[in-house]
């Protein structure tokens, strides 16, 4: 075999690195703010004003951001982790189940009660 020669010298196996890069873990941000919601607020504003002409709706759509930009630099997953308490939020059970629709909450776990 040639190329693959056991030495003392050589190693056997070379071991391959690849980067990882902190855009691929992070969410994709907006000014600050997850995108699908600096999209919305920004849509909602555009509409307000240009529909009605309440062009203070800017200064009001502003601090949204603002405060929206705090929150995610405070935690950036709160939304994710809010939709999953919304989903199943009278108990946790971590474990899948075969049949369970997303968005359902199993048997038992509150979710024909009315809030």
Known sequence: MTGWSMTSDQPALLLRSTPVYRSLLEMKTLGGVEDR??????????????????????????????????????????????????????RYDPWPRAGLRQGRRPAGFGGDLLC
């Open 37 to 90: 919601i600096a999209i919305f607020n920004a849509t909602l504003a555009l509409a307000v004003v240009m529909g009605t002409g309440l062009w203070y709706w800017l200064l009001v759509a502003t601090a949204l951001h603002l405060a929206l930009a705090r929150m995610t630099r405070h935690d950036p997953w709160l939304r994710q982790v809010y939709i999953g308490y919304v989903r199943q939020c009278d």
